[in-house]
């Protein structure tokens, strides 16, 4: 049994247990949360619900294990002969969750 969701822009496939490392959620680590927006839930072979965009009644109930920053992204832009140099740098912010239920 697995179900796929919307968070932050994007969309992840998960199953109870599975840790996902999302888009930065305004939680607490230890708290739970609530993902509302279900694109498809698979319960077995042969049960497939899927939303047209959402799926009603459903959610995926998630804990918040870890919250933080990635790694550094270095980017680097030139424009040869014109003497255009610039640096940035960018370290995006994540939450890891457990899930704990779907349904």
Request: net charge positive.
């Amino acid at each position: 049994m697995y179900a796929v969701f919307k968070t932050g822009g994007k969309q992840y496939r998960a199953s109870v247990g599975d840790v996902i490392r999302v888009e930065r959620l305004d939680a607490e680590v230890g708290s739970s949360w609530n993902f509302e927006e279900i694109l498809l839930v698979k319960r077995s072979e042969e049960e497939i619900d899927v939303g047209c965009p959402f799926l009603d009644g459903v959610s995926v109930k998630a804990t918040v294990v870890s919250a933080g920053r990635g790694e550094k992204i270095h980017i680097f832009k030139m424009r040869r002969r014109k003497h255009y140099q610039k640096r940035q740098g960018h370290r995006q912010y994540y939450t890891d969750v457990r899930i704990d239920s779907i349904g």
